[in-house]
């Protein structure tokens, strides 16, 4: 396939001064690589959100972004704990944060909800005790 870069950063649970490093990496390519403005905001929005999502809520995972000549891909993986109730999850105001991650100023329930209206498509996939997946995919044209 036509793919011209492919990167992987490993995210781990609980690290709020790391978390972000991520998505900023991810920006930094998608500049140097003359990617639209307006384009990589939208990927930055929903990769930071599920970035930080990892941080938060998870024991750890990575991100992983793919660019084509038409798209970029986002892909975030966590191993577990999962999300019980998806649709709850993607409801506005609807958080489970902890109160370390309210005090870092997390919590409002609208990671989910800001990822899903910042790509064209976005996919979610979760086991409890498992996994969380989530991809997300911006056109560039
Ligand atoms: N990777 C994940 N693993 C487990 N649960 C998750 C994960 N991502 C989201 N959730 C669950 O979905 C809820 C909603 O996520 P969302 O990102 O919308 O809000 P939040 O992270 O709680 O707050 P905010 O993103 O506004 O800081 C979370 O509170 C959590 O219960
Ligand atoms: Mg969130």
Do not use: W
Request: glycine content about 10%.
């Amino acid at each position: 396939m036509d793919e011209l870069l492919n990167v992987k950063y490993d995210v781990a649970s609980g690290d709020f001064i790391r978390g972000g490093e991520a998505s900023s990496n991810i920006k930094k390519l998608l500049q140097q690589l003359g990617v639209r403005n307006d384009i990589i905001k939208r990927i930055c929005v929903a990769c930071y959100e599920a970035e930080m999502n990892i941080v938060i809520h998870s024991v750890g995972g990575y991100i992983e972004a793919k660019v084509f000549s038409d798209r970029i891909e986002i892909t975030a993986f966590d191993n577990g704990p999962g999300i019980e109730n998806i649709d709850l999850a993607l409801q506005e105001g609807y958080s489970t944060a902890s109160n370390l991650a309210r005090e870092m100023g997390f919590g409002g329930g609208m990671g989910l909800p800001n990822i899903k209206r910042s790509c064209d498509e976005f996919y979610i996939d979760s086991k409890v005790g498992e996994y969380t997946k989530i991809k997300i995919i911006v056109y560039l044209k």
